[in-house]
Every structure is written in C-alpha cells, then in structure tokens.
C-alpha cells in the first residue's frame, strides 16, 4: 500500500517514464597535476534512482557482496546509509597481511573509471551481456532491473551512455556491483590472492610469471566491460614494498614540544619536512595530512602567527589544503582572536585570482567559504572574476558573501540572471537557479517565480528543502564569537 508521504510526491517523482536532466559539475582538486570532476545530481532523476535501489537493495547489495578480493565492499548501516565495510586506511594493514610467502606484486589502476563506464555495462553486470542481448531481441524487451538502473543513471546525466556521476553513494554500488563481476572472472581461473580497494588492484604471487598471466587476465576481463588499465599505474614489482606512504609515516611520528622555543622551531622544522615530502610524492596528499595533524588550539600564543603562516603556505602550494586549513585556522583563532586575519585574505584572494580564470571549482569555492568563516571583505576584481565562472557552488557562496555584506560591489544581477533560462531547473544551473531565488538572493527576469511554476522543486520549497545549507557557516562564526568572548576578547 503506497504511503502517505509517497501518495503526496508530485507525479515527475513517480511516473514510469525517465525525465533526463543536466547534473551540476563541480571541479575537484587532487594532489598533483590531475583534477576530478564531481556531479551534484538533479533531485528528480536521483531520488527516482535512489528509490529503485532501495527497492532492489536485496539483489544489489549481494551483487555488490560478492567478490573474494575487495576491501571496500559496500555495507548498508543500520541508519540505512550505504558505505564502504573498510575505510582507506585499512589498506596498510592487508598489505601486510596478504603479501605474506609472496614475492612478486601486480599494481593496477582502472583508467578513468567512472568517466569511462558504459552505463549498458550495469546490466551487463547485474546479469549477463549473452542475457542482456537476448532481452533486446525478444519482442516485448521486457525491462530488468539492470536496464532499468541503467536508464536511471542516464537520466541524472541528460541520457549520457559513457560514464556515471562521480560522487553520489548509488556509483559507488554500481561500481562495486561491476568491478565485482570482473573479480570474479579472476577468481574462475585462480587469481586468489590480494586485494582490491576501489577501482586499485594490488595482487601477489611466488613467481613473476604468474603476476604477468594475471596482468593479462586482469586486462581481458575488464575488457569485457569495456574498461582498461592505466598504463602509468600497472606494474609489476618485486617485494618487499612500503606498506605505506613513508612521508606519511614520517610525519606521524613527528612529536611537537610544548615549551615556546621548542615548539617554534618544531613548528619550522615539521613543515620544513612537509614541503619537501610534498615534492617528493606530489600524488600523495602530504600536506593535507600535516595541516590535520596540528593542534592550533593548544599552541603558545607568540607561535600563532608562525602556525597559521605556515598553514597558508601549505594552501598556497597544495590547494586541496583549503578545507582542514579552514577548520585548523578557525580553531587557531578561537583560542588566539588577537591574531592578525589579513593574511587569510591575502591567500583567499590570490587563489580567487589565480583559479577563477581556470574554472577550478573547490579553490574559489573554499576561498569563498574562508572569507565567509572569518569575515573578509572580498574585492571588487575578486566578484567580477568569480561571476565570470558561471560555476553554481562559486556563485551561491558569493551571492551569500553579498548577502552578508562581505562584497566590495554586488555581483552583476545579469551574471546571475543569464544563467537561467527556460526549463533551468532541468539543466546544468538548477542548483543556482533554485537556492538563489529560494533564499531572495536574485530576482528573476520579469519576476517570473519559475520554482512556483515547476511542481517538483515548489514541493521542495515548501518544505524547506536546503542544497545550500547557510547555517553551518553561520554556527561557526557563532562558535568563534563565543570563544572569543570567553577568553576575555570582545567580539
């Protein structure tokens, strides 16, 4: 018997036929050179999506369970939530436990993975391809749940057949459900030992022989699936190997002394290291795990200035730093208000002014949220770069620095307002196109109110639905206000 919550659903939430819409991207910043382009998903096609594998989660899920070689299986949670059985740090430990009596190592990397699935492949997966093309040629193609996941998928991306949305929990089972009918394939003919996390492959073997056989097999049964290897992250090495990152481990020994001097210069010393390990492992997220070992609230006063020097150098070189620096640097200042901010807005505008031009999402997007979290004017020429993005995340963050009166100038209403068009709430600017209005931050061409007009995201508005969630920032200013005073500071 259908609820009352779903018999209250607008009919797009529930119709048979898929309503394909645009994702917005989002441009994420890795260590070294390589970027990754998430998707924040259209709300339409991905509750209609979530709800299908809620519907089939008993099949998925085993789908998704059985493979003798992965550590990241996917898990439901007693909340409901899906995640991976092992975090990424377990993998140091399987190394070294199944690389025991072995001497020979097969790394392998998936190339581009979820940009290069071929969403036809899920069925494939779920079932078989000779039964996916049996299924086509019957004459009523009668649908599976593996070519409806499918057509799912497509309609959060506008109909794309190459590639899933990198991001969203529901490609993280679907790629497990895939990767596990590959490790399967390798099982069939006794590829037994290793482990996979992700789309990573790490096998053993006594012989050199056996780890080129499998390299071999490895690359016929992802082709299988229409996938490949990364020629730069396959090889084949002879063991004994690092079980971990040794600039890591070096860092997490490090020990900080709490006397001034002391730690003044274990504060040089340890970024010093940083820096160079940094350059030595540049795929490596090194100074994203040095930030996140400090300890700014516990720091002497006379070497506040020194940390949070440091710490912006580390998101001057590696702007993957911006999110821990952001939480270190507020902790910093709740315990030290007297400490000179101008620096964060030195930072915050030369990664503006560097990034913007290149579209790079997650650099201008953190900026923005640094000038939000600490109260910093953003700059005439800093507004009028980042509304020349037409970046979604980047012109919500600096329509609410508007709206908290931390613009020099107002953004140009028609940077905005040329974003939405007709049918927006579909396309790749929904997100803008929904928050702003709903929020009165714009003012449609013509006053149209075109969320009223569209039943799916007028149901959202009414119940207060949030992509874009105001509060959190505002909690944290709240937080370093009430710090501030309690240390006898004003606010």
């Not at 991976?84 to 990397?109: K, Q």
């Not at 990034?355 to 999402?361: I, W």
Request: charged letters at 25%.
């Amino acid at each position: 018997m259908e609820s009352t919550a779903q018999a209250q659903l607008p009919a797009d939430f529930t119709k048979a036929k898929n309503e394909w819409c645009d994702y917005v991207p989002y441009s994420l910043s890795r260590p070294g050179s390589l970027r990754r382009r998430l998707a924040i998903l259209n709300p339409l096609p991905y509750f209609r999506l979530a709800k299908f594998i809620v519907d089939n989660q008993a099949l998925l899920l085993r789908k998704a369970a059985d493979s003798h070689l992965s550590l990241g299986k996917v898990v439901r949670t007693a909340g409901g939530w899906l995640k991976r059985e092992n975090r990424i740090e377990a993998i140091s430990h399987h190394r070294a436990m199944r690389r025991v009596a072995e001497h020979f190592l097969l790394a392998a990397d998936v190339s581009r993975f979820y940009p290069s699935i071929y969403t036809h492949t899920i069925e494939w997966a779920i079932t078989s391809k000779a039964q996916a093309k049996r299924r086509l040629r019957t004459r009523r193609r009668r649908p599976s749940v593996g070519s409806m996941l499918d057509a799912l998928v497509q309609a959060c991306q506008s109909g794309q057949t190459r590639g899933i949305p990198i991001g969203p929990v529901a490609s993280m089972l679907i790629s497990e459900i895939l990767l596990t009918r590959v490790d399967g394939k390798l099982k069939a003919r006794k590829i037994l030992h290793g482990f996979r996390y992700a789309d990573d492959y790490e096998l053993t073997f006594s012989e050199r022989s056996q780890a080129e056989r499998a390299l071999t097999l490895l690359e016929d049964a992802l082709s299988e699936f229409e996938l490949e290897l990364n020629p730069d992250k396959t090889a084949i090495y002879e063991l004994p190997r690092e079980l971990d990152n040794p600039g890591i481990q070096e860092l997490r020994k490090f020990h900080f002394r709490t006397k001034y001097p002391s730690e003044r210069s274990d504060l040089l010393q340890f970024f010093t290291r940083a820096f160079d390990l940094q350059r030595k492992f540049p795929d490596i997220a090194i100074l994203r795990y040095a930030v996140s070992r400090l300890s700014p609230s516990t720091v002497k006063t006379a070497n506040a200035a020194l940390m949070q020097a440091l710490i912006l150098q580390a998101v001057t070189y590696e702007p993957g730093v911006w999110p821990m620096a952001i939480d270190q640097l507020r902790l910093l200042h709740g315990t030290h208000p007297t400490t000179d901010r101008s620096s964060i807005g030195v930072v915050t505008h030369t990664m503006i002014q560097k990034s913007a031009p290149l579209n790079h999402t997650s650099e201008v997007a953190w900026s923005l949220w640094a000038a939000l979290v600490f109260d910093l004017t953003i700059s005439k020429a800093a507004v009028n770069q980042v509304t020349k993005m037409s970046d979604d995340c980047c012109t919500l963050l600096l329509l609410h620095a508007c709206d908290q009166n931390l613009t020099a100038i107002k953004p140009r209403a028609t940077a905005v307002t040329r974003l939405l068009f007709h049918g927006a709430l579909r396309g790749p600017h929904w997100l803008v196109a929904y928050e702003a209005l709903a929020k009165g931050w714009i003012t449609p061409p013509g006053g149209t109110d075109y969320i009223g007009a569209d039943p799916v995201f007028e149901f959202l508005r009414q119940r207060d639905v949030n992509f874009y969630e105001t509060s959190e920032i505002e909690a944290e200013k709240e937080d370093v206000k009430e710090k501030e005073v309690v240390s006898g500071y004003g606010a």
